[in-house]
């Protein structure tokens, strides 16, 4: 099974940006891993703030955004804001395997 | 919009099996467009990824393979998990999803103790 790595931790200072990578093992993540992006806070169920790369749900705010990058998935937060403090995962597809999750980076806003 | 739920009991016996059920409203499992899957996330953990099943099709984690199955309930608009044998290594918050968006039920957390 692939392995699926992310940034153990990441700072970023109120109003910055900071980029959160997910890699495979298997080699360059494309748009056929469809990847995904999570948000968890603590004590909270994880919310979906991508999928498919780069679409977002309603209720994502506007600050983030997905990407593909440098032959990894990104996660791209302009502005960041306290309430950005979090755990965030990436979900990767492989055909006709099971899908595979990041590691998780924990991000501060500092 | 698409909401799915977790029932199960909370708590289940070294060795027994765990059964998880996912209500789905807003959408029908019987669909052919979607993905239903269950993931876990131990205590102070990451995500775990299950298995899932897809127009009457299922793909499991490798690690887990041997031990569990998933289901749909068309009737009741329903999708299921079982994990046998389990152990305290199984204790979790168990989470149900369905694909394309990436829809959460809110999780229920099992433990398995004696």
């Known amino acids: 099974q692939a392995v699926v790595t992310q940034e153990p931790s990441l700072t970023v200072s109120p109003g910055g940006t900071v980029t959160l990578t997910c890699g495979s093992s298997?080699?360059?993540?494309?748009?056929?891993?469809?990847p995904y992006w999570f948000q968890q806070k603590p004590g909270q169920g994880p919310r979906t703030l991508i999928y498919d790369t780069s679409n977002k749900h309603s209720w994502t705010p506007a600050r983030f955004s997905g990407s593909l990058l440098g032959g990894k998935a990104a996660l791209t937060l302009s502005g960041a804001q306290p309430e950005d403090e979090a755990d965030y995962y990436c979900?990767?597809?492989?055909?006709?395997?099971?899908?595979?999750f990041g590691t998780g980076t924990k991000l501060t806003v500092l | 919009q698409v909401q799915l739920q977790e029932s199960g009991p909370g708590l289940v016996k070294p060795s027994e099996t765990l059964s998880l059920t996912c209500t789905v409203s807003?959408?029908?499992?019987?669909?052919?467009?979607?993905?239903w899957a269950w993931i876990r996330q131990p205590p102070g953990k990451g995500l775990d990824w299950i298995g899932y099943?897809?127009?009457?099709?299922?793909n499991y984690n490798p690690s887990l393979k041997s031990r569990v199955s998933i289901s749909v309930d068309t009737y009741n608009n329903q999708f299921s998990l079982n994990l046998r044998s389990v152990t305290a290594a199984d204790t979790a918050v168990y989470y149900c999803?369905?694909?394309?968006?990436?829809?959460w039920g809110p999780g229920i957390l099992v433990t398995v103790s004696s």
């Open positions: 807003g959408g029908s499992v019987s669909s052919a467009n979607y993905y």
């Open positions: 979900l990767l597809s492989y055909s006709g395997a099971p899908y595979v």
């Open positions: 999803l369905r694909s394309h968006g990436a829809f």
């Open positions: 298997t080699g360059a993540v494309t748009s056929g891993h469809w």
């Open positions: 099943i897809f127009a009457g099709s299922t």
